[in-house]
């Protein structure tokens, strides 16, 4: 399969000078300064003109591979193109266009050549332009091969997909026969049918299905009885198809003659074209039999249409009608098995048919013993009556359909409920509900419901008096020695003691008491009045809370003694001022210094997120409105709309 919708758009030769002029404008530096050495004035000229060389090299190649080359593409395709595109002319294009290829990379390096001796920035530079000018005169000169690919490839892309290996069906005859009206019995393809000649003026595809195999079907316009020299373009396309592809042909006989010619300029037709029909299977169909039948047709004519069938062995005579579409099957599939006999016998003829065979084993079926194994037929078919059981449902259902279709208002829809299955047919039309009484009847649809039910309750009962029996409030520690219920005891406390540990654990740097429990407690007065409302002798509670201050005042005062008798060192008051203060969440650094390097880094970490960062989905912000690149910079000759 060859798409020629693949190949890339041809450009004029002044739309090529424009693409290639602007391309070597923006991809190449565009300032030069006259201080600079010579060598540096040559690099930078010599770069413009390699530049420039080398993108007029990439087009024209790729143009080059792109369009197919007749000597190694299927010979079908080869001889169409010659028919539609003339082979001289086509290859006379490519030639131009490859020999202007060559004569710009000469150029190239002739001018490459004269830069290398260049000696001042003005002769560079003329030097420059001068390649450039010859380049582009070269391209200009290839417009009218440039147009006419062009040309060629908009009629290529429109050629339609043929497979020329794959198993085909090709349709061939007079003008208005009906090869177009029996193409759209076959396939999708939906072809224009008008009673008037060369409604199809070039191949036209289709595609259908027999045997679970893929078909390709082919319209062809009509052929005239007349020289092969003096057959025009369209004509000559039919006759191209069929003589390179291996297909099977249909030839189309209106012995209706409504199309104009008459049954023995058909036949003549026929014999002017039969070297063509060589090697593949051939139907000859006896088109619109609605009009006229075969049975009408008179003795002349007959042995006109026999002696058709007699000059190629092997071939078929089938009628057929493309409006009743009366025998267009039949048609079908005898072009179809003829086809895959052919292709079978051909393909058990090659190299690989011993690979093939090796590699295939058929199985037969023996029997295993002397017992016979009937088919099984199921009883509604055995019992006559009820066979027919089935058939008088179909009527049913169709007497059904028809009210239906009819809009009869009575109608409410087929009643299937008639057929339900169910051991007492009385069942059929009674109401099922889906709650009752509150409840889903699908929970109740137990089978062995009340016996469950049933041995459910006898247990409840019996759960009931084994309670009655047992004395519920009797302790059981009543029971145990007085060495193990200490022992129980001394667990109990150990298990409290986990507990309170745990707990303790689970508070670290929180007080154990809220903060607005905290606030509550006052002075000691506060205390002392609380503890007497509440019937409590507070003088112990007293005594101790003043010997505990009073031992920190007395250990405070005595430091601070200490302190004045000495000078204290840096490193003690640093520490005491790191005791007495509550560190704040996130101090850890060992000076100023190591703190704000880290909130440095923290900072730039983020900026390579935030750089793109947006409020939501919806925001559509443009950081920089006028990017310096886009906005900055020489603009050369040539389109200023982009960069």
């Known amino acids: 399969m060859y798409n020629f919708k693949k190949i890339q758009v041809v450009p004029t030769g002044k739309e090529f000078v424009d693409i290639v002029l602007t391309r070597t ?40 591979k792109d369009f197919p080359i007749l000597d190694e593409i299927h010979p079908f395709y080869a001889d169409l193109m010659n028919v539609l595109y003339d082979r001289d002319h086509y290859k006379l294009a490519l030639g131009q266009v490859n020999t202007a290829r060559h004569l710009i990379d000469n150029v190239a390096k002739d001018y490459i050549r004269l830069l290398k001796f260049g000696d001042s920035l003005y002769r560079c530079k003329q030097l420059k332009r001068a390649a450039l000018g010859r380049m582009v005169k070269v391209l200009r000169r290839q ?46 393809a939906n072809v224009e049918v008008q009673p008037y000649a060369f409604t199809t003026k070039s191949l036209l595809v289709g595609h259908t299905d027999y045997k679970y195999l893929r078909w390709q079907v082919i319209d062809t316009p009509g052929i005239l009885d007349h020289p092969l020299e003096d057959r025009n373009t369209i004509e000559m396309q039919a006759i191209t198809a069929m003589a390179h592809l291996r297909c099977t042909i249909i030839y189309f006989v209106d012995i209706s003659e ?4 008459s049954i023995k300029q058909q036949c003549e037709l026929f014999h002017s074209i039969m070297p063509l029909f060589a090697n593949k299977p051939l139907v000859i169909a006896m088109n619109k039999i609605d009009a006229r039948r075969p049975e009408d047709l ?21 009628p057929m009608s493309s409006m009743s579409e009366e025998g267009v099957t039949g048609v079908k599939e005898a072009a179809c098995d003829m086809l895959l006999a052919l292709r079978t016998e051909m393909k058990m003829k090659g190299v690989k048919k011993d690979e093939i065979a090796h590699r295939l084993h058929v199985a037969l079926p023996e029997p295993r013993d002397d017992r016979e194994r009937p088919a099984y037929i199921p009883e509604t078919v055995v019992l006559g009556t009820e066979g027919k059981v089935a058939r008088r449902k179909l009527s049913e259902w169709e007497e059904q359909q028809r009210l239906y279709q009819e809009f009869d208002p009575d109608y409410s829809g087929m009643d299937w409920r008639q057929w339900y299955l169910l051991d007492d047919p009385d069942w059929r039309y009674d109401t099922i509900p889906e709650f009752m009484d509150g409840e889903n009847v699908a929970d109740w649809m137990d089978p062995e419901l009340e016996e469950k039910l049933a041995e459910l309750l006898a247990e409840e009962i019996e759960r009931e008096r084994q309670l009655g029996d047992m004395d519920i409030d009797n302790d059981y520690t009543s029971e145990l ?31 154990i008491l809220p903060k607005h429990k905290m606030s509550s407690v006052g002075t000691v007065g506060e205390f002392e009045d609380q503890l007497a409302a509440m019937g409590i002798d507070a003088e112990a509670a007293l005594k101790t809370l003043r010997e505990d201050a009073r031992e920190r005042s007395r250990s405070r005062s005595r430091s601070q003694s200490q302190a004045r008798g000495r000078k204290r060192s840096r490193e003690e008051m640093e520490e005491d001022r790191r005791l007495s203060k509550t560190p704040k969440p996130g101090e850890g650094f060992k000076d100023l210094k190591q703190k704000l390097k880290a909130e440095k880094l923290a900072r730039n970490a983020l900026k390579l997120l935030n750089r793109d960062g947006r409020q939501g989905e919806s925001d559509r912000r443009i950081p920089d409105e006028k990017p310096k690149h886009l906005f900055a910079g020489k603009r050369g000759i040539g389109k200023t709309d982009r960069r």
């Open 25 to 64: 404008q923006r991809k190449t530096p565009t300032q030069l300064h006259s201080h600079l050495p010579v060598s540096a004035i040559r690099r930078f000229y010599m770069r413009k003109v390699k530049f420039t060389q080398a993108t007029i090299n990439e087009k024209l190649d790729h143009i080059l």
């Open 143 to 188: 417009g009218a091969s440039f147009e006419y690919l062009e040309e060629v490839r908009k009629h290529m892309a429109r050629l339609p997909n043929i497979d020329p290996a794959t198993r085909t069906l090709l349709m061939c005859g007079y003008p208005n026969v009906g090869k177009s009206s029996f193409m759209n019995k076959l396939t999708r």
């Open 258 to 261: 409504q199309c104009g010619y």
């Open 298 to 318: 008179r003795p002349d004519e007959r042995a006109l249409i026999e002696g058709m069938i007699a000059s190629v062995p092997g071939s078929l005579l089938l």
């Open 481 to 511: 020695t007085g060495d193990q219920l200490e022992r129980l005891q001394r667990i109990r406390e150990m298990r409290q003691k986990i507990i309170n540990e745990h707990r303790l654990k689970k508070i670290k740097n929180g007080s």
